[in-house]
């Protein structure tokens, strides 16, 4: 049912609200117009292209990271409460993938995991001291994987770090980090 430009544009407005990380493709299928159509309404409307909104959020949702420079961290940040959770988005483009079969690289998945670790720390430093991984499939150029930590348990000097990545609804990685931390002094 074709819905009147009015309507779909309010419809348009709530839907980002409750899920901003949609993209114009997504937004497209789910109101069942042309992405130029969700374009056009998107900017009547001034609402941002994902990248702006997705900075947006970000800024309103994190804490200040400790243990590690926003630009040491492989992906985008878009969610962090320190020793607690954080989520990050990582775009797959052609640099990050092979040539001849346009499958991410392995240790692209990884460094987002390790980085959203780190960065979940709530200390000066925080080093990686071990790390199981699983990657449960392959991700391909064009799609983004949300990376997903929680801290399981805090101890003196180490922390329990699980990260999860999704494509879509699809857990593509999934990992344990046990993390050092510690303040430089104490290391020295």
């Known amino acids: 049912m ?17 899920q901003p990380f949609m993209t114009d493709e997504e937004l497209a299928a789910h109101f069942e117009v042309s992405i130029q159509t969700i374009r056009l309404d998107r900017m009547e409307l001034s609402i941002p292209e994902l990248r702006e909104r997705i900075k947006g959020v970000a800024e309103l949702q994190l804490d200040e990271l400790r243990s590690i420079s926003a630009e040491e961290v492989f992906g985008e940040i878009i969610d962090l409460q320190l020793d607690e959770r954080a989520i990050s988005i990582f775009e797959v483009s052609t640099e990050e993938v092979f040539s001849k079969s346009g499958i991410a690289r392995g240790h692209y998945l990884f460094a987002q995991a390790n980085s959203l670790a780190v960065a979940v720390i709530n200390d000066e430093l925080a080093l990686t001291a071990k790390a199981t991984i699983r990657f449960k499939r392959q991700v ?8 997903k930590a929680t801290v ?5 000097e180490r922390t329990t770090v699980s990260v ?16 050092y931390r510690s303040s430089p002094k104490s290391l020295a």
Do not use: C, H, P, W
Not at 140 to 147: C, H, I, Q, S
Not at 152 to 156: A, F, G, V
């Open 2 to 18: 074709r819905r009147k430009k009015k309507d779909r544009q309010a419809l348009l407005q709530d839907t980002l609200q409750q």
């Open 140 to 147: 391909r150029t064009g799609e983004r994987v949300v990376a």
């Open 152 to 156: 399981n348990r805090i101890e003196k």
């Open 164 to 179: 999860e990545s999704y494509v879509e609804k699809e857990k593509v990685f999934s990992g344990e980090f046990i993390m």
